[in-house]
């Protein structure tokens, strides 16, 4: 089994940033891919941000360009700074890892923290 615990979320001003952290233990074996989504009410849930352990990111459109993923392998844990946040971006930012043990992968889920943009 995986363990994600997720830190840095709260209550932030129009125009703020925030950095979400997720640290991974347990059965880690291989991380492929670590990466954040959001929920919004009445909303399915959205790819926020995704990094594979080779490097390469990925982003949905609606925060390119304020949002930055980051990893660290050796601490197995991803990083999300979000600047210039908007109200539209309120909702729970969930934790996502990709893990490869032997020839299968397994997606593990963090329990969620409550991102507030609001003035």
């Known amino acids: 089994q995986v363990q994600l615990v997720e830190s840095g979320g709260g209550l932030v001003q129009p125009g703020g940033s925030l950095r979400l952290s997720c640290a991974a233990s347990?059965?880690?074996?291989?991380?492929?891919?670590m990466g954040w989504y959001r929920q919004a009410p009445g909303k399915p849930r959205e790819l926020v941000a995704s990094m594979h352990s080779g490097g390469m990111t990925n982003y949905g459109d609606s925060v390119k360009g304020r949002f930055t993923i980051s990893r660290d392998n050796a601490k197995n844990t991803v990083y999300l700074q979000m600047n210039t946040l908007k109200s539209e971006d309120t909702a729970v930012y969930y934790c996502?890892?990709?893990?490869?043990?032997?020839?299968?992968?397994?997606?593990?889920w963090g329990q969620g923290t409550q991102v507030t943009v609001s003035s």
């Open positions: 347990g059965s880690i074996f291989i991380i492929k891919t």
């Open positions: 996502n890892t990709e893990h490869l043990v032997g020839l299968k992968t397994y997606n593990y």
